[in-house]
């Protein structure tokens, strides 16, 4: 390894970005049109030795805004149940500045200049957070633009198979097809299978180059 300082070894190791892992579930799979209603994160840390695991997790209910359009279909798929009293939902400026708080601070944390999201199907879950950003008017967004880290890709590069269950079997993770599709189950099984494919490109020999 270079040196041994975790944070500037985090950032030396994905060019100044912090991998922050999401899932989102919606009310479909438009992201202009149809309503987001969870999101759960995941941020990452990275030890002395360069092996990346699962730092915190966050989850937040999302109230649907104002016109959003809601498949019945995607909510017998999730399982959301919108009339729940346990819930706890809020609205979707409020979820994007506590999400966008926290990452800001792993991001300084780690000595790196921006968020990289990664996700299943990366684009999906960026479309949405990005599109609910601008809903919102937020003017930071920490997340590039439209880079984005796909563990579908990584996966299929890494085990040749590129559904989530799948993939995690092959990669020895526990995977429960009930609590799939929850978004803090999502997040945690993709952070976890990340970590895997990071960690073992490390063991191989991939990083840092020799």
Same mark, same amino acid.
């Given at each position: 390894? $270079? %040196?041994?300082? %975790?944070?500037?070894?985090?950032?030396?190791?994905?060019? *100044?970005?912090? $991998?922050?892992?999401?899932?989102?579930?919606? *009310?479909?799979? !438009?992201?202009?049109?149809?309503?987001?209603?969870?999101?759960?994160?995941?941020?990452?840390?990275?030890?002395?030795? *360069? =092996?990346?695991? =699962?730092?915190?997790?966050?989850?937040?209910?999302?109230?649907?805004?104002?016109?959003?359009?809601?498949?019945?279909?995607?909510?017998?798929?999730?399982? =959301?149940?919108?009339? !729940? $009293?346990?819930? !706890? +939902?809020?609205?979707?400026?409020?979820?994007? !500045?506590?999400?966008?708080?926290? =990452?800001?601070?792993?991001? /300084?944390?780690?000595?790196?200049?921006?968020?990289?999201?990664? +996700?299943?199907?990366? %684009?999906?879950?960026?479309?949405?957070?990005?599109? +609910?950003?601008?809903?919102?008017?937020?003017?930071?967004?920490?997340? %590039?633009?439209?880079?984005?880290?796909?563990?579908?890709?990584?996966?299929?590069?890494?085990?040749?198979?590129?559904?989530?269950?799948?993939?995690?079997?092959?990669? /020895?993770? *526990?995977?429960?097809? /009930?609590? +799939?599709?929850?978004?803090?189950?999502?997040? &945690? /099984?993709?952070?976890?299978?990340?970590?895997?494919?990071?960690? &073992?490109?490390?063991?191989?020999?991939?990083?840092?180059?020799?």
């Amino acid at each position: 390894m $270079p %040196h041994s300082d %975790h944070c500037s070894l985090m950032a030396e190791r994905f060019r *100044g970005y912090l $991998p922050v892992v999401i899932d989102v579930e919606t *009310g479909g799979f !438009n992201s202009r049109t149809d309503a987001l209603l969870e999101v759960s994160a995941a941020t990452l840390a990275m030890d002395d030795e *360069g =092996i990346l695991s =699962i730092d915190q997790l966050y989850e937040y209910h999302v109230t649907p805004f104002e016109g959003a359009n809601i498949e019945q279909s995607a909510l017998d798929f999730t399982g =959301i149940d919108l009339e !729940n $009293p346990d819930r !706890n +939902a809020i609205p979707e400026e409020d979820m994007l !500045n506590e999400l966008f708080r926290v =990452i800001r601070k792993a991001v /300084k944390r780690n000595d790196c200049t921006r968020a990289i999201m990664v +996700a299943h199907n990366a %684009h999906f879950d960026l479309g949405f957070v990005n599109e +609910a950003a601008e809903r919102c008017g937020m003017k930071r967004n920490p997340f %590039h633009p439209f880079s984005c880290m796909d563990t579908a890709t990584l996966s299929g590069l890494a085990f040749g198979h590129t559904v989530l269950a799948q993939a995690c079997q092959l990669a /020895k993770i *526990g995977f429960s097809n /009930k609590e +799939a599709h929850a978004a803090s189950y999502d997040t &945690r /099984k993709t952070a976890e299978l990340f970590c895997v494919i990071v960690n &073992r490109w490390q063991e191989l020999g991939g990083w840092p180059l020799r």
